[in-house]
Each structure stands twice: as C-alpha cells, then as structure tokens.
C-alpha cells in the first residue's frame, strides 16, 4: 500500500497564478479530506468528500478555492487566483468509514509559496 | 463549538526523563480522541484512537488516557526518535443526526528529546 500520495512536494508560484495540488487516496477508502496547515492556525479542514461526494467545504476560506473528486481515486484542489495568504502546507487524508472510526491516513503535503 | 486545546506548546526533555502531554477538549459528544504524531516535512501518522472516559492504549514508550475532559499521552523512558509534534484531535457527534462528524485538531506540542 503507497499510502496517500500527492503531488506536487513543493509549489512555488506568483500571485495572481493558478495552482493545482493533486492527492490520490488509498484504495478502498471512501472519505476524503483536504486540510491546510499554518503556524497560525495549524490544521485547519478544508473540505471533504464520503464516496467521491463533497459534503462539507465550509472550512474553504474563499470562491478561489475549489476542489474536485472525479472518481475514488483523485481529487484536486485548485487556487485561483493565488494570494501570499495561501501559503501553507496542504494536506490531503484519507479514511475507510465502513464498519468504524479509524484515524485518517495522511499524505506527505505539498507546501504551498505564493510569492 | 468544539475546541482542542493542548499543553505544553513546547517541551524538551532528556533522554529517560518520563513526562505527560495534555489535551483539553470541549465538545457537544464525543465519539472520539484521536492522537496522531508529526515529523517536520510531513502528514500526521496516526497513533491512538480512544472512546470513552477511562480507555488507555499503549504502544511501545507512549501511553493514552481519557477522562470526560481532557487525554493525556505519558511517555516513559524516550528516546531521540520520539522527538516530534504530537497532535491531539477530537472527533464529535453531529447533534442532528447522532453520526460521527469530522476531526478538529487541537495546535500541537512540539516535544524535543536530547540525548
């Protein structure tokens, strides 16, 4: 098992600039989250998805923000337009609801610079 | 609305000096306590997930606890490789529907052990 994986690792971009950050959760599970982490703020949720449906974006600071969930094995985040603000590290988790709670599977983050 | 709030925000300790990291918490219900453990430069990992008031987990030098307010994490004995921020997150029931809603993370406790 990869594990949750995402892409990019690293993104610089300009203000203004449209960015896509990519995760791919782990076969089999049905929820996904999109989180952002500050020193501000820490962990903040974004939005999620239960079997490829969004069900909750309140946390998505703004219309800039928008995210996508075409089949259980990709989803996207994208920025448009990018502010310094958005600069953060952005995390993607993954979890299998049928039968319990488990603890979320992380991926490794793409850290966001919007200069 | 459901806060997490954690203490020490930084603690260093030395190699074999056993210490507690604590987690207050305020939520309508709990379904559950989640502690989960980050490395710099990447996603939480996930450690212990407790239920109710009174619960303990183990595993290896880290230990859980759970009272109606608050979880501790006791580490006994550590070692450099414990060395991480450790993040405490508190899963709720949505009042509407009595299912389990989303985690909110409380800011962390960045614990550094020196050899």
């Known amino acids: 098992d990869a594990g949750v994986i995402q892409s990019p690792r690293h993104e610089v971009t300009e203000m203004g600039q449209e960015v896509t950050l990519r995760c791919k959760p782990i076969?089999?599970?049905?929820?996904l989250f999109w989180y952002r982490q500050t020193m501000m703020r820490g962990l903040e949720l974004l939005i999620y998805?239960?079997?490829?449906?969004?069900?909750?974006d309140s946390g998505m600071p703004e219309d800039r923000f928008s995210a996508k969930m075409p089949n259980a094995s990709f989803s996207t985040l994208k920025i448009q337009p990018s502010e310094p603000r958005d600069s953060a590290v952005y995390f993607c988790?993954?979890?299998?609801?049928?039968?319990?709670?488990?603890?979320?599977?992380f991926g490794s983050g793409t850290r966001l610079t919007v200069v | 609305e459901d806060q997490v709030t954690q203490s020490p925000e930084a603690l260093r300790l030395q190699e074999g000096e056993s210490s507690s990291l604590n987690c207050s918490y305020t939520?309508?219900?709990?379904?559950?306590l989640f502690w989960y453990r980050q490395d710099p430069g990447k996603g939480p990992e996930f450690l212990f997930t407790?239920?109710?008031a009174g619960e303990e987990k183990e595993k290896e030098r880290l230990k859980a606890t759970l009272t109606k307010k608050e979880s501790f994490l006791h580490i006994t004995a550590p070692k450099p490789e414990d060395s991480a921020t450790y993040l405490c997150?508190?899963?709720?029931?949505?009042?509407?529907?009595?299912?389990?809603?989303?985690?909110?993370f409380g800011s962390g406790t960045q614990l550094t052990v020196l050899p």
């Open positions: 988790a993954s979890r299998d609801t049928g039968g319990g709670y488990y603890g979320y599977t």
């Open positions: 076969s089999g599970h049905n929820s």
């Open positions: 998805f239960n079997n490829n449906v969004p069900i909750d």
């Open positions: 939520v309508s219900g709990l379904r559950g």
């Open positions: 407790l239920y109710s």
């Open positions: 997150a508190v899963q709720p029931y949505a009042a509407s529907s009595g299912s389990a809603r989303q985690l909110t």
